[in-house]
């Protein structure tokens, strides 16, 4: 079974800050998920990601495969970036199965 | 783009009905997924299909069915809802990248809120 943890579960930033939100694994896991979603919304995949890093506008989400660790950071914060974000691994043995943490609420303050 | 359509925004029920909670996707997506969301417990599985009228229990399946007749609908049917059903339900879809195990990018409607008095 994959145990997935987030830190923090709560953020409050100021805009323009850097932003970094943490994702943890139990387990060797092959890919990781990164999702935002916002108050009320739905939900959104950012990132899927395997190895090294992946870029998209002012968000960065690294992986280090043999820490078991991934970082979404968030360059620039504005309040429009203040969501729920969400990190997600596949279970053990299942092709279709992820387990989710809890999710990182971020309020970016004007 | 990829769009997943679920049928109803918001819904309310009374103990004892049944509930049909419907899902489209438009994008020959192979694999369906419904889950819930409640406060603190993040997402939860209910059921998931990787085929027409192939289906498989998820986490927490006691309570619900689902039906996949066609490969773009997957319905979850609460057959005598229960207040502890009250929840955000979400369906998802993902192709099968046929790379990596989990790799498969999720794709999400729009949620529905259930609540059940």
């Known amino acids: 079974k994959n145990e997935v943890e987030q830190s923090p579960q709560n953020l409050t930033a100021q805009e323009g800050e850097f932003i970094t939100i943490n994702c943890s694994y139990s387990?060797?896991?092959?890919?990781l998920h990164w999702l935002q979603q916002h108050p009320g919304g739905g939900i959104v995949s950012l990132f899927m990601?395997?190895?090294g890093k992946k870029k998209h506008g002012r968000l960065i989400a690294t992986i280090n495969i043999q820490e078991k660790h991934s970082s979404l950071h968030i360059t620039a914060s504005h309040p429009r970036d203040s969501a729920v974000y969400i990190c997600?691994?596949?279970?053990?043995?299942?092709?279709?199965?992820?387990?989710f943490g809890k999710g990182t609420l971020l309020t970016v303050n004007p | 783009d990829v769009k997943v359509t679920q049928s109803s925004r918001y819904l309310v029920k009374r103990t004892g009905e049944k509930v049909f909670l419907e899902c489209v996707q438009d994008m020959d997506h192979e694999n369906m997924f419904w889950y819930r969301q409640d406060p603190g417990l993040g997402l939860r599985l209910i059921y998931f299909?990787?085929?027409?009228?192939?289906?498989e229990k998820g986490d927490i399946p006691e309570g619900y069915s689902v039906s996949r007749e066609k490969k773009e609908r997957f319905s979850l049917i609460l057959e005598s809802a229960s207040t502890n059903q009250t929840s955000m339900y979400l369906c998802a879809s993902s192709a099968n990248s046929g790379v990596l195990a989990g790799a498969n990018v999720l794709t999400f409607g729009a949620g529905s809120r259930l609540t059940v008095l």
């Open positions: 299909s990787y085929d027409v009228k192939m289906k």
């Open positions: 990601l395997s190895s």
């Open positions: 997600a691994g596949p279970r053990v043995g299942s092709n279709y199965k992820l387990t």
């Open positions: 387990v060797g896991i092959s890919a």
